[in-house]
């Protein structure tokens, strides 16, 4: 468990020293760059700090997609309005590497406590992070069953980056197999679950996609304090296929460990190396 926290911190500072990796991006898809006045191997230019991926998606991404139909460095933008840049959301690759994509909304917010996120006009976030669990099979090299993908949203007492992200990456194997054991007994009622030593709160969802889920609005059932405070909370689905065939999915919430710890960036449990 250490070991992944510790990972997981590693990536995290990871987006707020090293977003040069967005300038090779912009090379690779043939957007140029401004040179830099400095010998350093990081440009001077791009985004660091706690603001650097909401600048990266904002000042780069989003303009790039609406001057050139390129979403460099990111690999998708997507705009309700095209003349309104904060009207989406973009699909980044996450600077430490593998299979490991982040969703980030192209308007500005910090996280789960953002009212932004009940607005009944938004974009469902969690269902379009779902819909991009493909960029995971492009990785991997082969077709990745829904049952091992996981999306996690943070905590905000770990948060480091400023800007709301959804983490795109597959479960952990221990947390696929306990999930997977404990699948019957994880009803449309929330209830304790135990996975990799730690406690979250489980809720069966339904359905092929999330598009008929709020999930912050699921989050607000859990207790009152989750009503009022959700930004203490971690989020994490898991895709299942219950008995019969179903699809659905789990949703895990918590106020204990930051959710990411549940996933897995080399995708292991479907194969993936690393």
Request: net charge negative; glycine share 10%.
């Amino acid at each position: 468990m250490n070991s992944k926290i510790r990972a997981r911190l590693i990536i995290s500072i990871a987006i707020t020293t090293a977003m040069a990796f967005a300038s090779s991006a912009m090379g690779q898809k043939g957007m140029h760059m401004p040179k830099s006045s400095s010998d350093s191997p990081i440009d001077a230019q791009q985004p660091s700090g706690p603001g650097a991926l909401r600048q990266t998606v904002q000042t780069q991404c989003v303009l790039n997609w609406q001057q050139h139909h390129n979403p460099a460095p990111c690999e998708r933008v997507v705009l309700a309005d095209p003349k309104n840049g904060d009207s989406g959301y973009a699909i980044i690759a996450a600077p430490g590497g593998g299979a490991h994509y982040l969703l980030v909304p192209t308007r500005t917010m910090a996280g789960a406590e953002s009212s932004e996120l009940l607005d009944p006009d938004a974009p469902n976030y969690f269902a379009e992070a779902w819909r991009a669990r493909g960029l995971l099979s492009g990785f991997v090299g082969h077709d990745v069953p829904r049952t091992v993908v996981g999306l996690a949203m943070g905590i905000a007492r770990s948060r480091i980056q400023d800007q709301f992200h959804i983490h795109i990456e597959c479960l952990q194997q221990d947390a696929f197999k306990a999930l997977h054991a404990s699948m019957d007994t994880i009803t449309e009622v929330w209830s304790p679950i135990t996975i990799a030593g730690s406690t979250y709160d489980a809720l069966r969802i339904t359905g092929e996609g999330l598009d008929a889920s709020n999930l912050f609005e699921l989050l607000a059932t859990l207790n009152e304090d989750a009503r009022h405070h959700m930004g203490n909370y971690t989020l994490v689905v898991a895709g299942m296929q219950f008995k019969g065939g179903a699809p659905g999915f789990v949703l895990l919430a918590g106020s204990g460990p930051s959710g990411e710890i549940l996933l897995d960036s080399t995708c292991a449990v479907a194969g993936g190396g690393g």
